[in-house]
């Protein structure tokens, strides 16, 4: 299983974490709705932040996301920098970026768990 590429600098602190419960729902007569939890095990949701990457991390990045999990088809170990805990994880999107006036990007993308 693949790694996730160490980089010169961690994510903003606008770094956040969401929990993911698989709920079941279901319409029924009487405009109720049934639910149930698919299973027992909650995820993580993990949108991840860079504001200052430099060319090179991002090269090293994108390089990992395009060749090497070909973008959300494979999972790999991240180490999440506020608790230092490794989860298995893929990408649930694509990454997404803007240029910044001194030649850093903006990157931003979301891991979940698997």
């Keep these: 299983m693949a790694t996730y590429p160490t980089l010169s600098i961690l994510p903003n602190t606008q ?3 969401t929990n993911l419960i698989d709920v079941l729902k279901s319409d029924v007569q009487g405009g109720y709705e049934v639910t149930r939890a698919r299973n027992t095990r909650t995820r993580k949701v993990f949108n991840v932040l860079y504001s200052q990457l430099s060319q090179t991390d991002f090269d090293s990045l994108e390089t990992f996301y395009n060749t090497t ?8 170990t991240w180490t999440n920098p506020e608790d230092t805990t490794a989860y298995e994880v893929r990408f649930n999107s694509d990454l997404s970026w803007d240029y910044m006036e001194n030649g850093n990007k903006r990157l931003n993308f979301q891991l979940k768990e698997v």
């Design 15 to 17: 770094f956040n974490t």
């Design 69 to 76: 999990v070909r973008g959300q088809s494979e999972i790999f």
